[in-house]
């Protein structure tokens, strides 16, 4: 069952120190799609380390099986759904280069999945006993308060050990719900909703849509726009900040916080009701468990899209109308056909192609997609171009006139074009590893409402421009660039 608590096991023994004998180790989130080339590409550049620009799946499965040869390796193929023995068969067959005693995990929702990737027995998780159940419940309910202090508590302990069924996520969920509940009949009332016999529905489980529903309106639309993350994506806090600011779903408070805490605060409290979660790869990154992840779809509706589960869906032109964010997964070579959908978005407000993983080797996209389309986007508040091989913005970049956010990172660009000092809605400029970035525009100074600035390894740039005393609302600055020519000194800091 979906929130059993599979991939949590499977990360347990993936980070425990039992295993540290295990080297090469990966972990590859597989999903619905079981494309043999994707995951041996994911597979072999988890294990070296390095980005690979392959196309072919027999070169690729010859670098790994050099990769991996005479290495005791330890894979985990977390959420398999195919139970096609030729693709499986496909799939392993670098694996026997491997020494013995190396392992593959698979965790799967599908017994017939478990049989057909055999030969030895499967494990099946059992639900949690009453009392397991309880204890996860009680750890996130609970947390810093006294348990026995609450009235009732055996009643609720009955009614929650009822609803969760024994899975796992279901108490996670139950009891991130709960911890913002102080008083006894809001508990009641929760545990007593009519969603709570709706599960036949939908594959949403009635705890995550009781998670949904008792959330603020702040933190629904928060939540809605994640599901524009594909599933096992890890992303940073502060990543996912930026972009709710630009897309206007943090307003300036009354009391003048800045909009910056404001995202802490919905974040953390997203995070302690556990609709995200703490990766286990990286203690700087978070993720969203499938089911989350399938709420957030099911909630979003139709203005969220990812690219390739549309293209797979086939849907028709009318359901792009509609839409207002929309992502994909890089390839490493993305020509003008994987965008002919786009000129039926016209109000799109969103453009976030995503790489999976810290890898930084450049990609590339269409020229056309630069000329021709990325014009048509009148509308975009949030554009990134992150790691594609691209020497030059085109001028009809200042035309996006309610652009809040620009990522250049990892790019080839030379400098950035005049008209970008037109973007004065800019509120986050991303710039870190534009290797080859040697001057600023000359009018940037006109960014007045900028507030994040990472020009990190941007070592070409000399001086810092002038004018950047203009920028009050500056949150960020990655490093300022000390120099003995005409630009900015330090005094413009004060500003």
Same mark, same amino acid.
């Given at each position: ?44 550049? +988890? ?14 499965? @010859? ?36 020494? $013995? ?7 799967t929702r599908s017994v017939d999945v478990a049989l057909t990737l055999g030969p030895i027995d499967y494990y ?11 204890? @996860?419940?009680?750890? #996130? ?6 348990? +026995?202090?609450?009235?009732?508590? /055996? ?15 279901a108490a996670a969920n139950l009891g991130g719900l709960l911890c913002c509940k102080q008083r006894d009949d ?17 594959? @949403? ?66 995070? +302690?009701?556990?609709? *995200? ?24 509706? /139709? ?21 207002? #964010? ?10 003008f056909h994987k965008y002919e959908i786009f000129p039926e978005v016209e109000c799109l407000r969103t453009f976030? $192609? ?14 056309? *997609? ?23 913005? $085109? ?26 000092? +037109? ?32 020009? =990190?390894?941007? #070592? ?15 949150? =960020? ?19």
């Open positions: 069952m979906g929130g059993i608590g599979k991939t949590t096991l499977a990360r347990l023994v993936y980070n425990d120190k039992e295993v540290e004998g295990f080297n090469p180790k990966a972990w590859v989130c597989v999903s619905e799609d079981f494309d043999v080339l994707k995951i041996t590409k994911a597979i072999l550049e +988890s294990v070296t380390s390095s980005p690979s620009n392959l196309k072919d799946l027999n070169q690729v499965q @010859i670098q790994l099986e050099k990769a991996i040869a005479g290495q005791k390796f330890l894979i985990v193929l977390d959420n398999v759904w195919s139970k096609n023995y030729g693709l499986w068969k496909t799939l392993k067959s670098p694996f026997m280069a491997g020494t $013995p005693g190396s392992k593959i995990i698979v965790t099946n998780l059992e639900l949690l006993s009453d009392d397991d159940c309880w204890s @996860i419940f009680e750890k #996130h309910a609970f947390e810093n308060r006294d348990a +026995s202090a609450h009235q009732n508590l /055996e009643l609720i302990h009955a009614k929650v050990v009822e609803k969760c069924k024994g899975l796992p996520q809001e508990w009641q009332g929760i545990l007593k909703s009519r969603i709570w016999d709706l599960s036949e529905e939908s594959d @949403i489980l009635p705890v995550l849509r009781l998670s949904y529903h008792h959330l603020p309106s702040h933190l629904k639309r928060c939540f809605a726009y994640s599901a524009i993350f594909p599933k096992g994506y890890e992303f940073e806090e502060m990543e996912l900040i930026l972009l709710w600011m630009a897309d206007g779903l943090i307003q300036q408070s009354e009391d003048n916080k800045q909009m910056e805490d404001l995202g802490h605060k919905y974040f953390r409290d997203l995070l +302690s009701r556990s609709i *995200f979660q703490k990766s286990c790869n990286n203690s700087s990154k978070f993720l969203m468990h499938d089911l989350v992840n399938d709420l957030a779809q099911w909630v979003s509706g /139709e203005t969220n899209f990812r690219l390739e589960d549309e293209l797979k869906a086939n849907k028709q032109p009318e359901r792009f109308r509609r839409a207002r #964010h929309s992502s994909y997964v890089c390839g490493y070579s993305d020509d976030l $192609p995503m790489l999976k993983g810290d890898h930084t080797c450049a990609r590339f996209i269409s020229n056309m *997609f630069l000329s021709d389309l990325l014009p048509k986007f009148k509308k975009l508040r949030v554009l990134s171009l992150k790691s594609y091989h691209i020497i030059e913005l $085109p001028n009809s970049i200042g035309r996006l006139m309610h652009l809040r956010y620009l990522d250049m990172s990892n790019t080839a660009i030379r400098s950035l074009p005049e008209s970008t000092c +037109s973007l004065i809605n800019l509120q986050t400029l991303l710039l870190r590893r534009c290797f080859y970035l040697m001057k600023w525009p000359s009018k940037v100074m006109n960014l007045i409402n900028l507030r994040h600035l990472d020009i =990190t390894d941007v #070592h070409l740039i000399k001086e810092m421009l002038l004018g950047m005393e203009e920028w009050k609302c500056l949150q =960020t600055l990655s490093n300022f660039i000390v120099s003995e020519g005409s630009g900015s000194d330090l005094e413009a800091l004060k500003n």
